[in-house]
């Protein structure tokens, strides 16, 4: 009882501090160039950044709504029609219900029992670690990096105890830290698809600057792919044991699915396949093109419209490929209204009116003069590891996204696409306390870690990541942007 009571508490206390930046902030005096309009937005930020920290997602962001309407943006019909009125918000929804056809017909299971059997894998242990990076990449963009989660927490618990490893062991944690942030970075790896989405949204909302998707996946790919490759050989540099996975034997995980892929998944698997090449193959074509006038009108939204059309019209056994009823059971709808209030309240703090872009470029200019173009994006790197570890991994995804929207905004010149990448995969790599995202708490409460090892053994990952990313995404980003 005194559990709850405390909660409670903290709830109210939490909802005080909420309201205090949302409608008192605004009474501080403006230091120029800021404006009054500038500080009543910039403490509705404050409130919802406090709020999707210490609350979550829902009711601060509709308590952000309601506070936009209180200052000079307008009335709450005006705030509604600007936060819901997003072709980006309407491609959320729409390819987060899509892609519950992949996980309906339960292909996730199905692709790492029959990659983990293959023939190449037996007796080499580097191949057999890299492999399961691969299809945990593979599993968290077609199912989602939550979902992937569930089904590999069981499947490497039995797996790692088989092999004889014990509780916290190097190999065991650093492989566990490893395959769930695999899985959960290729969330970032679209700017049509959801944490992608998200970003990419909100910076082209705050600058007008449309991202390539072909050069975003490209980009992102090669982070995501040399991860998967790379972190093994990290894991060895770190001397941890692989000798007990030479003599693995995987058999009894393809028992389920002797037969291969039945209808349904080759539809549904064939399906989002054909979206991908006709989305990223569309967005190098000549704009003046036809094909490329085609994916001007139609976009990647209309491409994944007629993705979720395909899903519902076609039947097996007269049953759809999609179940909508079971899809929006399960969808994220405190997401969605995240999504809605925060690329509207990022847009509108960069906007002219506020004054708060002018404010942050003077101030970060003479700091960027110093560092240069690629010691800004190492330190940029390493603020953005560092906070979203120790917070809301989607507050400090948004701070930092406007703080780099303002700065371009204002003339700063630096390498704009490459920190846009860098922010949105290392606001994903919140692994080394439970609290740093939904990963974080997978990763601790996976049976075969131990809390110690893993801030020892997540750090050393955040360090390999931010290394990695300049390694990269600075070159490639200057070449395909």
């Known amino acids: 009882m005194s559990t709850e009571t405390k909660k409670k508490d903290l709830t109210i206390v939490h909802l005080v501090v909420i ?7 605004r009474l501080i005096p403006a230091p120029a160039p800021i404006t009054p309009y500038g500080m009543a937005v910039l403490g509705i930020f404050l409130g919802l950044v406090y709020g999707w920290t210490f609350c979550g ?111 916290g062991d190097k190999f065991v944690v650093m492989s566990v830290v ?3 942030t695999a899985c959960n970075l290729t969330i970032g790896m679209f700017p049509f698809l959801g944490w992608g989405l998200m970003t990419a949204a909100t910076v082209t909302a705050s600058t007008g600057y449309a991202f390539p998707s072909g050069a975003w996946f490209v980009c992102m790919l090669a982070f995501v792919v040399m991860f998967d490759v790379c972190f093994p050989f990290l894991m060895k540099l770190c001397r941890c044991d692989f000798s007990k996975l030479q003599n693995a034997n995987f058999a009894e995980m393809n028992k389920e699915f002797e037969n291969g892929l039945d209808k349904r998944q080759k539809l549904v698997l064939g399906g989002m396949l054909v979206f991908i ?23 990647s939204a209309g491409l994944m419209s007629v993705l979720m059309v395909f899903y519902l019209l076609v039947k097996v056994d007269g049953k759809p490929l999609l179940d909508m009823k079971e899809a929006a059971a399960n969808y994220f709808w405190d997401l969605t209204i995240l999504f809605a209030i ?33 010691g800004f994006l190492a330190v940029l790197c390493i603020v953005t590891i560092f906070l979203t570890n120790v917070a809301n991994n989607m507050a400090v995804c948004f701070i930092m996204l406007n703080i780099i929207c303002m700065m371009f905004n204002n003339g700063v010149v630096f390498n704009m696409p490459a920190a846009v990448l860098m922010v949105t995969m290392l606001s994903l790599i919140g692994i080394v ?38 390694v990269i995404i600075v070159p490639l980003s200057s070449i395909l942007f």
């Not at 090449?277 to 976009?299: D, H, K, M, W």
């Not at 990763?443 to 990313?469: D, E, N, Q, R």
Request: proline letters at 4%; a positive charge; charged letters at 5%.
């Open 19 to 25: 309201l205090a930046c949302m409608f008192l902030f």
């Open 57 to 167: 997602m829902l009711w601060p962001s509709l308590l952000g709504m309601v506070a936009l309407a209180f200052t000079d943006y307008g009335t709450f019909t005006q705030v509604a029609v600007g936060s819901w009125g997003n072709a980006n918000l309407f491609m959320l929804i729409v390819g987060t219900l899509a892609c519950s056809a992949i996980g309906q017909s339960n292909s996730s299971k199905l692709i790492i029992a029959k990659l983990l059997n293959m023939n190449l894998l037996k007796g080499r242990p580097l191949v057999i670690i890299t492999a399961l990076f691969l299809i945990s990449s593979l599993m968290g963009f077609l199912a989602g990096s939550v979902v992937t989660a569930i089904i590999l927490i069981p499947l490497t618990a039995q797996l790692f105890e088989s092999l004889g490893y014990k509780k």
């Open 178 to 180: 490893g395959i769930l």
């Open 277 to 299: 090449l006709c989305a990223v193959t569309l967005s190098f074509l000549p704009a003046e093109s036809i094909f490329g006038q085609f994916n001007t009108r139609v976009t």
């Open 342 to 374: 925060a690329i509207l309240v990022s847009n509108v703090m960069t906007s002219e009116g506020t004054g708060i872009s002018v404010f942050c470029a003077t101030a970060i200019t003479p700091i960027m003069a110093k560092l240069g173009n690629i």
């Open 433 to 470: 306390t439970p609290a740093s995202s939904v990963i974080g708490a997978f990763i601790h409460s996976h049976p075969g870690v131990t809390p110690t090892a893993v801030y020892k053994w997540a750090t050393v990952t955040c360090l390999f990541s931010v290394i990695l990313m300049l």
